[in-house]
């Protein structure tokens, strides 16, 4: 089950009520200091269970004392039946409990008088008068209601089950007359709130960390993972422990008993006296902590040190609880992931963050007003927020949305384009380097006449395929009135090729030169020869173009994956790039890829 959406009314600075759609994976929430961003990931820590967040009175942005604050969440990827018990399984369609598009819409209302909420399933759900009730009754009542309308014995697939007779009864009364309505959960029948409890139990584990968390190891969210890797270790060993927990204390009062013998040949009163004896089992404690090769603890590093590595223990933390209480998945919610880290940091934990969300258990959130970080987002998931008249506005999902989310960030490209005679806009860092180090050893080995920065071309990052900056990035390249060429990675065999291959198909179309690797990345030209002398873990190394070669590199090396473009493709000569950039063509003819790219790309000065 899955967050599909959340509406958010009376809350903080939202008057109105406002619907926030949430992308499968992972969901940007951008936009300018102060405009309602943390307000939507802290209503979801109060509208999930266990989450630290509480309502207060001023959260209520109503001058009624009666006013309520409305929190609700859409779901979608429902479980195809609820049991309630072996004998007893129903399905939310069949109990109209779904709303009309066949998620399930969950209402929870607060008041200020109250610390507990209203609660409420949004349904499409029958309004004719005998039908519309049936959730309310207990099974002695739904027996009477069916025999007031002639519901016979027959008609009832198992009468000792109320979900049985509720079925019954609407399908003898035919017409239902179905409409959208709101059913308070507490005024249900017992066998229904058993439905509840079951339903519930599917909902996603919610765990959000806020900016302000403290960075220290004393903190509780990063010492309970601790002592429970502590807890399991102990668990695990615990006939291990016990065994020797006997034989110490065996030991202690084998030596106990003989002083006491020696004692007897001194003073036999006193040594009578004298009993053997633990006050109290043996106890098994361990100070730990996380120290680096110099030997500084967590609480005394860097605060972008701290708050990775705190972070990451709020993941474990997580997905602890989700093991525990056998909840099917974990939504993630970050408040600025980047505070107190440095720039490279947050490119990797953003990354980190789109892989976490890209898993089939989990979704991510995240808020952030840093333009590099709302670059890296996919444009599908990213939503902004801007106040007029007062009022949070929250838009997405199209190309006037991103202008604006790009103006008012400021998202712009690398400021040495403004003195270059032509641009290539690459995805990232590591790019920049396949392209400058191949440029340099081909035109060494005089396959090229100059590399594109002696020409004037200059690398610009964009980011990923059809994000937010690589948008953006395009679109001031044109400004600047020079020309631009666009170099992606094909994503081989993995489900982003396609969509790489039509960004690359529509800039032909407009008359730009667009190139695409013929490998998964640049990471895939590496020759594992030349990675073999430093591999660490698990000998030989082997991968093919469709591999994710940097992971698999990074792990034998003991390389951060980021690092490892760098690290190794400086490593190949002019005879390495022309043995892994040749291809045999549909004609049968041999083809360099590398240097044709850069030859073609010479031409665009």
């Known amino acids: 089950m899955k967050l599909k959406e959340i509406g958010i009314k009376n809350f903080r600075g939202y008057k109105a009520e406002r619907r926030v759609p949430v992308d499968a994976d992972v969901t940007g929430i951008t936009g300018r200091n102060d405009v309602g961003k943390s307000t939507i990931l802290e209503a979801l820590d109060i509208f999930f269970p266990g989450g630290e967040t509480a309502i207060d009175k001023d959260d209520f942005n109503v001058t009624q004392p009666d006013g309520l604050v409305e929190i609700r969440c859409i779901f979608d990827g429902l479980p195809a039946e609820i049991v309630i018990d072996e004998a007893n399984k129903t399905t939310l369609a069949e109990e109209h409990l779904l709303n009309a598009n066949g998620d399930l819409e969950i209402l929870k209302r607060y008041k200020r008088s109250s610390k507990e909420p209203s609660i409420y399933i949004v349904a499409a759900h029958p309004s004719k008068a005998g039908a519309d009730d049936l959730h309310t009754l207990k099974i002695g009542d739904l027996k009477k209601r069916a025999k007031e309308l002639g519901v016979t014995d027959a008609e009832v697939a198992d009468a000792r089950m109320s979900a049985s007779w509720r079925g019954a009864i609407w399908t003898k009364i035919g017409d239902l007359a179905i409409q959208e309505r709101e059913l308070e959960i507490g005024k249900f029948a017992t066998d229904s709130k058993a439905i509840q409890d079951k339903l519930f139990k599917q909902l996603p584990l919610f765990a959000l960390f806020k900016s302000d968390r403290e960075s220290k190891d004393s903190d509780p969210q990063a010492k309970n993972p601790m002592q429970s890797a502590v807890s399991q270790a102990k668990e695990e060993l615990r006939a291990e422990i016990e065994k020797i927990q006997d034989e110490i204390q065996k030991r202690v009062l084998d030596r106990a008993q003989k002083t006491l013998d020696k004692l007897k040949e001194m003073d036999p009163a006193l040594a009578s006296q004298l009993v053997p004896r633990f006050k109290k089992a043996p106890t098994w404690s361990f100070d730990f902590s996380l120290d680096g090769e110099d030997d500084i603890p967590i609480n005394k590093r860097g605060s972008g040190v ?14 602890r609880k989700v093991e525990d209480n056998k909840a099917p998945s974990v939504i993630y919610a970050f408040e600025e992931p980047e505070t107190s880290q440095h720039p490279s940091n947050q490119e990797m934990l953003v990354r980190a963050l789109i892989q976490v969300g890209q898993r ?25 927020i801007e106040k007029k008249a007062g009022q949070p506005e929250i838009r997405y999902g199209s190309d006037q949305v991103l202008a604006d989310i790009a103006d ?22 590591g790019d920049v380097v396949f392209v400058r180090h191949a440029a340099l050893k081909l ?4 396959h090229i006449p100059f590399t594109p920065e002696e020409k004037g071309i200059l690398p610009v990052i964009i980011g990923g395929c059809g994000n937010l900056k690589h948008w953006r990035t395009k679109r001031l390249a044109d400004q600047f009135g020079i020309p631009w060429a666009t170099l992606l ?50 000998g030989a190394v082997a991968y093919t173009d469709t591999c994710d ?8 090396t003991v390389k951060r994956q980021e690092d490892v473009l760098e690290r190794f493709w400086q490593l190949m000569t ?11 063509d549909e004609n049968g003819d041999a083809r360099f890829e590398l240097t044709e790219m850069l030859c073609d790309l010479l031409t665009l000065v």
Request: glycine share 8%.
């Open 306 to 319: 701290r708050r990775l590595i705190l972070l990451n223990f709020f993941r474990a933390e997580a997905e």
């Open 360 to 384: 089939c258990n989990c979704q991510v959130l995240l808020t952030t007003h840093v333009p590099a970080l709302a670059g890296l987002l996919p444009t599908d998931g990213l939503r902004f």
């Open 408 to 429: 008012s960030l400021g998202v712009f490209p690398d400021p040495n384009a403004s003195v270059a005679k032509g641009l290539l806009l690459v995805e990232g860092a």
């Open 443 to 446: 035109k060494e080995g005089g």
């Open 489 to 538: 990675d094909s994503d081989l065999g993995t489900p982003e090729e396609q969509k790489n291959r039509d960004s690359i198909a529509e800039l032909h179309k407009l008359g730009k030169k667009a190139y695409i690797t013929r490998k998964r990345e640049p990471e895939n030209y590496i020759l594992p020869e030349v990675v073999a002398p430093y591999v660490k873990v698990g």
């Open 549 to 556: 070669a940097k992971k698999i590199i990074g792990a034998a």
């Open 574 to 584: 002019v005879e390495h790039i022309r043995r892994v950039e040749r291809y045999v």
